[in-house]
């Protein structure tokens, strides 16, 4: 337990040294003895917190042990929305839009760190797809782009998985990007971080895939959140997958996909053997 403890802590402070200093927090969400909270992480120990993590927590004094707990998605969101075509190192032939690509993800998406990404038996063409996620902190309804940062409370690495074959040939993208497991993100969200400029990495098996800084978005942050408060009122907890950088390739059974965001964690999911897998949210 204890060297499960040190690598999922490793995980967690991962690229995190200047990044602490200019005081950031990390908000984890657990299980503890059949109950769900949310804590903030201190290395290997999760302060209790009551109340609303997004308005005003206190902390309990309770601690317990990272070893000890279970960890879960950083929220549990009535909303998953992504953006697509969001850097130019992903365009390919695909012209810049004049707006960002809006699409949908699902709550039953969302898987947490560790939790294994499900392979269908009708899957042919499973990519990864690494990505920054906006946590957002209140209701937000046709915001200001210049207010819009105000709505944002934290960010995570996120895991847009994408079949491919499935997102050519469906009218929608529901079971392409939407079915269950398809949304891994965690372990941590950050707040008080810069998050218009971090390093976003992908590593499949070890070996890096995708690497580029969010300044590279071509619709930041605010211009994402403004933008879909125009037409859907996001509420606390809500999540927005902000688009993947450069190209991506297949993943299969058994491969061990990594997402680093800069100063906030890595998170890390399996790929599962052909079949449905277990609900683990």
Sequence with gaps: MRATSLIVAALLLAGTTGALAQGVTKYVRYEHEGSVSHGVLDGETIHELRGDVFTSPERSGNTVALDQVRLLAPTAPSKVIAVGFNYRSHLGDTPEAEYPGIFSKYPTSVIPHEGVITYYEDATDVHYEGEMVLIIGR???????????????????????????????????????????????????????????????????????????????????????????????????????????????????????????????????????????????
């Design 139 to 281: 209701t937000a309804s046709n915001v200001a782009e210049a207010d819009a940062h105000e709505y944002i409370f934290a960010v995570a690495p996120g895991n847009d998985v994408s079949e491919r074959v499935w997102q050519r040939n469906d009218l929608q993208w529901f079971r392409a990007k939407g079915a269950d497991t398809f949304g891994p993100v965690g372990p941590v969200m950050a707040a008080g971080i810069d998050y218009d400029d971090l390093l976003l990495q992908t590593r499949v098996n070890g070996e890096v895939m995708q690497s580029q800084r969010t300044k590279d978005l071509i619709f930041d942050s605010a211009a994402i959140v403004s933008y879909i408060s125009r037409y859907i009122t996001l509420e606390a907890g809500d999540m927005i997958f902000t688009g993947t950088p450069g190209t991506t390739s297949a993943i299969q059974p058994g491969d061990v996909v990594e997402i680093e965001l800069e100063g906030v964690g890595v998170l890390r999911n399996t790929v599962g053997q052909r079949g449905r897998t277990t609900d683990q949210q």
